[in-house]
């Protein structure tokens, strides 16, 4: 193909994707209706149900307690994420604490009902490292400044 042709065919190209970019991107600023947001709320227990059943090879109740424990607190969750909402808040934190508190109470339930060695799979899985930032954003959220081990950080008199 000669320059001309080339340059025309993706200034052609930069042109479309200018046109669709701005609308697909307006289309993504809609508010998701009610039906939208339970059908991504169905979705995402599922896949996360499927995940912890692959991962620690559940027993059937155990699939199911992990489907109730999600299917209750990701709801309640949401429901208090969007009172929030609603009323206004604008404070980020505020967010985080609804998301932290949610998140423990899966991790508390969870532990409830997993064996030893799935629970020590799932902390392995990610779990622990989610918990030890709760924990950390709790502590800066109650003032409470973690202690340093001793002897590190002081100089030594002579």
């Not at 109730?68 to 808040?89: C, F, G, P, Y």
Request: aromatic share 10%; hydrophobic share 35%; with cysteine.
């Amino acid at each position: 193909m000669n320059f001309i042709v080339k340059k025309t065919i993706i200034s052609a190209a930069a042109l479309l994707i200018l046109a669709i970019l701005p609308a697909r991107l307006a289309a993504q600023d809609q508010p998701l209706t009610p039906e939208e947001i339970e059908k991504k709320r169905m979705e995402f227990i599922d896949k996360e149900k499927e995940r912890l059943v692959s991962l620690l090879n559940l027993e059937y109740y155990q699939e199911f307690w992990v489907d109730s424990t999600l299917t209750h607190d990701i709801t309640a969750m949401q429901e208090e994420m969007k009172n929030l909402q609603d009323s206004k808040v604008s404070n980020y934190d505020m967010y985080v604490a609804v998301q932290d508190k949610w998140g423990q109470k899966i991790y508390d339930a969870y532990h409830c009902f997993f064996t030893e060695e799935q629970w020590a799979k799932y902390l392995k899985s990610g779990a622990a490292r989610e918990q030890l930032a709760r924990d950390k954003r709790q502590e800066k959220a109650s003032g409470i400044k973690p202690e340093k081990p001793a002897g590190k950080n002081k100089k030594k008199k002579k």
